[in-house]
């Protein structure tokens, strides 16, 4: 079965760049997640979402930061103009309403230089 | 304000013996708690879990215990192995809604 897919992997950015990350959720499921890891505060979540609809997105850092979900298999984060304090790995995750557990993906690793 | 807190931020065991990981919470209201490890370049994978009306949680090497009058709980590991070597986040949840993780703990078992 297929989990939840990140793309890119890995991203090399300049600073001012528009940056654009993707998520697939694992079917069926309609919760759709996004957190960020870094050292110093470890797993972060950003904004959620609740059948395509975003629920909570207090944890955005700042306008520069948007996420939409236009349908049940897709979700995008995009970060416009990238700074180098954006870099961090970015992880999107899933589950279904009625269960307990998420999924994570493999994240993407974003590096702004 | 971090409501999950895991104030350890590394943890070094022997092989065979006990890890014992630790976390702190500050929310009355979370009614579910679980324990995630993640290696490195790969996205965190669910460990163990327990509801706020148990106090204990066990499968295979690994138990969780939850204190609620503290506002505490802990990921058991025994006997460590070297493959349990990795980054453990704890999370919480209230009913419905999102969860809130900790800032991980990285475990180092010692062959």
């Known amino acids: 079965d297929a989990g939840v897919i990140q793309s890119p992997r890995h991203e090399v950015t300049e600073m001012g760049q528009e940056v654009t990350l993707r998520c697939k959720p694992i079917s069926g499921h309609d919760y759709l997640f996004w957190y960020r890891q870094t050292m110093m505060r470890g797993l972060e979540l950003l904004i959620y979402f609740n059948n395509n609809v975003p629920i909570d997105d207090s944890g955005m850092p700042e306008d520069r930061f948007s996420a939409k979900m236009p349908n049940a298999s897709f979700s995008n984060l995009k970060i416009q103009p990238s700074e180098p304090r954006d870099s961090a790995v970015y992880f999107c995750?899933?589950?279904?309403?009625?269960?307990?557990?998420?999924?994570f993906g493999e994240g993407s690793w974003l590096t702004v230089v | 304000d971090q409501q999950v807190k895991q104030n350890s931020p590394s943890l070094s065991v022997q092989e065979g013996r006990i890890s014992i990981l630790n976390c702190d919470y500050t929310n009355s209201m979370f009614d579910y708690f679980l324990w995630y490890k993640k290696y490195p370049a790969e996205g965190p994978t669910f460990l163990i879990s327990i509801s706020s009306i148990k106090d204990k949680n066990e499968d295979g090497r690994f138990t969780v215990f939850l204190n609620k009058s503290a506002k505490h709980l802990s990921l058991h590991i025994v006997p460590s192995q070297p493959g349990d070597s990795a980054v453990y986040f704890c999370a919480a949840r209230e009913y419905g809604n999102k969860l809130v993780f900790g800032a991980g703990t990285i475990l180092r078992v010692k062959s």
């Open positions: 995750a899933s589950r279904l309403s009625s269960g307990n557990t998420i999924y």
